[in-house]
């Protein structure tokens, strides 16, 4: 999950800067997620903002932030298609948020790059 740093409602709320760091944070992400796999692989995400209509109170107390759901979980060769509902359900997850979170931080540095053989 990206959050912003500051309370920030929605995209167009974003700096330049901070549309860059967003940007940034998108490409580490993903990168760790294909290192911790070994592999590249599509994932699905999804950006939770503001409200368009609402009240004051609702549209003021969202909260940019992104979620990521990778369909791997253990490995490549454990392959998860989840799609709705599933994408929020914590049953599928096999590890905690907490060891996921280590695994990520673990897995910086280079993009994993497949050798050809």
Do not use: W
């Not at 897995?107 to 497949?114: D, N």
Request: aromatic share 12%; hydrophobic share 35%; proline share 5%.
């Amino acid at each position: 999950m990206i959050i912003a740093k500051r309370h920030v409602r929605a995209l167009v709320d974003l700096t330049e800067q901070e549309r860059f760091y967003f940007a940034d944070a998108i490409q580490e992400v993903t990168r760790r997620y294909d290192n911790l796999f070994e592999t590249s692989f599509p994932y699905s995400s999804g950006i939770h903002q503001a409200p368009l209509h609402g009240t004051d109170e609702e549209i003021e107390n969202s909260y940019l932030h992104m979620h990521f759901y990778p369909p791997l979980l253990r490995s490549a060769t454990v392959r998860k298609f989840l799609v709705g509902y599933e994408l929020m359900a914590e049953p599928q997850r096999d590890i905690t948020p907490e060891q996921a979170a280590a695994r990520l931080r673990d897995c910086g540095g280079e993009l994993y790059r497949k050798r050809l053989t």
